[in-house]
């Protein structure tokens, strides 16, 4: 097969020494990157642009690549660690595997975290060489298809609201409404930005992500003497047999779920991550004991977020179209080197093309190896004591805000929401809904909006497309489900309608 | 063991102050400057109130303090009004590398994205007039921002000294390489087919192309689908998919996919045709009287002193017309087009004009 010896090709030019360095050390930084809450990836390659103009075409995209798909692996380590995530998609792994953390089980969870990094990461890789038939399909995503996709991706918030589905609600919509601050996708209308340029484009997640769940962690933990969290001794990376069978499923589903929602462009990493939280806490036999250490909570979503990333790298690859704003860079990057990505770069550089994509299966290689001996350092970190420790990640955790977009107006709204998490914690009130929709908020307006542009107001548009028509049943469906059981029994069973005799 | 672990994480939070002051990208430390700035193309730099003494090197009078501008160990900040990566953001990039090549200048690349550029340009207005905070301008989306009331930017053409135009890319309208469009004509006859059901693409509110739609809406007699998007990768995505008919963008943005043969130019916004779309004919040709453009320039705050915008404005020109500045223009499909700061105001003051008739059809179409 052609494509087989082309990807073999693609090896002998990626495993040459230095193409392996500038692999290597687009890896570390990325997980430093990663690591760092607030600094995601795209200040990485930013700041390591510069310098890859001296250097070859091949070897520059490499390292910048691996910076990307790296800054994925990095961000758990905080999620696990200290609750706070090092960006938007590492969120959800807050919720389970922090309480691992608390379990003494921290190793585990950073473990399985890499491994199925590695695994949808590796997968994601190979949808990339047989790319081509993919992305026309994820083109069939325009914005009625994206609107459909994001209401049942909505209808998953119910999955992530714990013991009170109200609170979860409110948490949701408290979320949405979060979403609408900024201008409006299609009027160009300011809502609620108080005279604000800051707020122009919306309350920024990351520094709001980054105060619900890191500074408002601080704050809880700051009602009493600290003491230390972690009462169990801290386990090293063993994983057990009982744990690698759990998270077999999670992590394949993940991958499916993460390759997916990559190739069509836009739809992002945390999406991604939620749905696979939420489906793993659906299929789960013990869905109520998401949320204090399920090892299915931390393998899922952690797989789904690097196979999402690397499969965003397939339309740019075959089409020359960034699914995200942090791929654009890499697209730049592409284009300073006086390469067009797209399918002609296949035709006219081959040994480019390959190269960068067998680099990726390097690159996923490259650092499941670094991250699996570093867990045992990052754990000792959880032996410094607690005041000591907090202070510097509120010190982290600031400099990370300012560093998204040198704004310390970033930094305010990050204080602030860890006032806001603080109290919905105290409340009971689940944070991971919000994140959610704050999220998906923005992005299902401006799909809709767009939809209803090309439809001139007809709302039609929804059921005439039929991936948006099969969507929106399917969230009718989930939705409706859980009422299905409270008519009387006899009459249903499972899924089916009313007129169903057993 | 504690007292290790707490002086590596020290010694981390000391680097991660370090990375995020250096999170605004720097461009590369400056190459050995072989000469120092203000040397030989600058004839005319520094001429405080003194003697009126003409070219001539002065010899009773002791020599006219030069402007020491760059100084040394200072330096320039460019602000670009986009996130990196972007085409802004390497036409800059691209600037700095050559000033500090060429002139021995000490450049970097500072990212200030947001609010549609906005953020970006607000801080090069209220920057200090000192020849060290510049910025790269969108012309007309400058104008778009300060002319929409409603974003009360603190910004006019007035808050800005250009230096230097760096290139313009007029607009364009593309269309799948696949469908049976192969001009502006079969556009329209297709919209008068189905009124109301052609959609076109274009990104943002108010902006060039968007203005460009509704005013090419407005040529053709016909009600078409106007859809705004935010990012120009989502516009082709959704034009590639079959969910848009055409898309009103600009000559290089369309440039990758045309490349690859997936997308076809049907029309050039300008008044000329554009040497990087060949053989396609102008909209004016066609019988449309539509321009859009993107046009970017240089500029220092107002109120920068004269003798400093002459180093930057002769370091920019001595730059731009090089062989080396244009070979790396050329591979980010960004042809060099030289204009000096007076031509600039001009072309800024007339696309302003425009824009304000083009902003009040846009907005009772909006309605």
Redesign the interface.
């Known amino acids: 097969m052609n494509a087989f010896q082309d990807l073999l090709m693609g090896f002998t030019i990626a495993l040459s020494p230095e193409n392996l360095l500038f692999a290597l050390i687009g890896c570390i930084f990325g997980t430093m990157v990663g690591v ?1 809450p607030g ?1 995601g990836p ?2 990485g ?3 390591l ?3 890859t ?1 001296q250097l070859p075409a091949t070897s520059a995209i490499i390292m910048l690549a691996a910076i990307y798909y790296g800054a994925m692996y990095g961000g758990t380590i905080t999620s696990v660690l200290l609750n706070v995530p090092g960006e938007a998609a590492s969120a959800v792994t807050c919720l389970d595997g922090y309480q691992m953390a608390k379990q003494g089980r921290a190793g585990a969870a950073l473990a399985i975290a890499a491994v199925g990094s590695f695994v949808g990461g590796t997968i994601a890789v190979m949808g990339l060489v047989v790319a081509a038939p993919l992305t026309r399909f994820a ?6 298809e994206f609107f459909a996709m994001m209401i049942f991706a909505l209808t998953l918030v119910t999955g992530l609201a714990g013991k009170s589905i109200v609170k979860g609600m409110m948490s949701g919509v408290f979320g949405l409404l979060l979403g609408t601050v900024g ?1 409006d ?6 809502r609620f930005t108080f ?1 604000r ?2 707020l ?2 919306g309350v920024g997640f990351i520094p709001v992500i980054m105060g619900l769940f890191g500074v408002g962690e601080i704050l809880v933990n700051a009602q009493g003497q600290f003491r230390p969290i972690f009462e169990t001794k801290v386990s090293s990376l063993l994983l057990t047999i009982r744990d690698l069978k759990a998270s077999f499923w999670p992590i394949l589903r993940g991958t499916g779920i993460g390759f997916f929602m990559g190739i069509v ?2 739809v992002g990493v945390t999406p991604a991550a939620f749905t696979s939280y939420t489906v793993e806490k659906k299929l789960s036999k013990t869905p109520e004991k998401f949320g204090t250490g399920m090892i299915e909570g931390v393998a899922g979503p952690e797989t789904a977020n690097n196979a999402c990333a690397n499969a965003a790298l397939i ?1 740019l690859f075959t ?5 995200s ?1 942090v791929v ?6 592409f ?4 390469l ?5 770069l296949f035709k006219e550089h081959p040994e480019v093309a390959w190269a960068v994509i067998a680099s990726m299966y390097i690159g996923n290689v490259i650092l499941l190896i670094l991250n699996l001996p570093l867990i045992n350092i990052w754990i ?2 959880l ?3 607690y005041s ?2 907090f202070a ?1 990640v509120l ?2 955790m600031v ?2 805000a ?2 998204v ?3 310390a107006f970033d930094v305010g709204v990050m204080l602030l929401f860890g006032v806001v998490g603080f109290t919905m914690r105290k409340l009971d009130i689940p944070l991971a809904p919000a994140v959610l929709t704050l999220i998906l908020g923005p992005m299902m307006e ?1 799909a809709l ?2 939809a209803l ?4 107001g007809d709302f039609a548009i929804f059921m005439e497309s039929p991936i948006s028509a099969v969507l929106l049943v399917a969230a009718g469906i989930v939705l409706l489900l859980p009422a299905l059981r409270f008519l009387p029994l006899g009459r249903i069973r499972g899924l089916g309608g009313a007129d169903a005799e057993v | ?2 007292r290790l ?2 002086s590596i ?2 010694l981390v ?1 000391l680097l ?2 370090a ?2 002051q ?7 430390a400056p190459t050995q400057a072989p000469a120092q700035p203000a040397a030989a193309p600058q004839p005319k730099a520094a001429e405080p109130t003194k003697a009126a003494a003409p070219a001539a090197q002065p010899t009773a009078v002791p020599a006219p303090p030069k402007v020491d501008f760059p100084a040394k160990g200072k330096s320039i900040t460019i602000i670009v009004p986009t ?4 085409p802004m ?2 036409g800059a ?1 691209n600037m700095a ?1 050559e000033l500090e090549r060429q002139m021995g200048w000490s450049v970097n ?8 550029q ?2 970006g340009y ?1 801080d090069l207005a209220q920057g200090k007039p000192d020849g060290y905070t510049l910025g790269l301008i969108t012309i007309e989306n400058a104008i778009g921002l300060y002319l ?1 009331t ?3 930017a603190v910004f006019k053409q007035d808050s800005f000294m250009p230096i230097a135009m760096q290139t313009q890319d007029p607009g364009a309208v593309g269309v799948k390489a696949s469908s049976p469009y192969k001009s502006l004509a079969d556009l329209v006859n297709a919209a008068k087919a189905n009124p ?2 052609l ?1 076109i693409g274009t990104i943002g ?2 902006t060039s192309p968007h203005l460009a739609a509704v005013k090419f809406q407005q040529s053709a007699g016909v009600k078409m ?7 120009s ?2 516009r ?3 034009l ?5 008919e055409a898309n009103v963008g600009t000559v290089s943005a369309f ?3 045309e ?4 997308l076809r130019t049907i029309a050039v916004l300008a008044k000329q045709e554009s040497a990087e779309a060949p053989g396609v004919k102008t909209a004016e040709a066609q019988g449309h009287k539509v321009y859009s453009a993107s046009t970017r320039a240089f500029a220092a705050p107002a109120g920068t002193p004269k003798e400093i915008m002459d180093i930057l404005v002769d370091g920019m020109a001595k730059v731009m017309k090089s062989a080396s500045y244009k070979e790396l223009a050329m ?3 960004q042809p060099p087009m030289y204009l000096g700061p007076k031509e600039v105001e001009t072309f800024w003051k007339e696309t302003e004009a425009d824009t304000k008739a083009n902003m009040e059809l846009a907005k009772s179409e ?1 309605k």
């Open positions: 760092l600094v795209s200040a390659m930013a700041l642009i510069p310098m103009y083109l069939e995503f325009g914005p009625v201008m996708p299609t009027r160009g209308m300011a005279d340029m800051e122009m484009d462009p836009g339309p089409l020359g179209i960034p699914g704003a654009a860079i890499l697209m730049g990057a284009m300073i080197n006086g067009v990505p797209g399918p002609l000792t970190l032996k410094v004591p000591i420790l510097l010190g982290f400099l990370g300012y560093g977009d040198g704004k401006r909006r767009r542009q090309i439809s001139q | 063991m504690k672990v707490i994480l020290v939070s991660a102050a990375c995020s250096a999170a605004p990208a720097p461009a590369p996130a990196a990566g972007g953001d390497m990039r590398t690349v500072v990212n200030k994205a947001g609010a549609g906005q953020l607000t929409d409603q974003r009360k109301g059901k959609a509110i108010m689908a106007i859809v705004n998007f935010d990012a990768s989502e082709e995505a959704a590639m998919g079959g969910k848009l440039a990758t996919l490349k690859a043969g997936e591979k980010v499909g909006l």
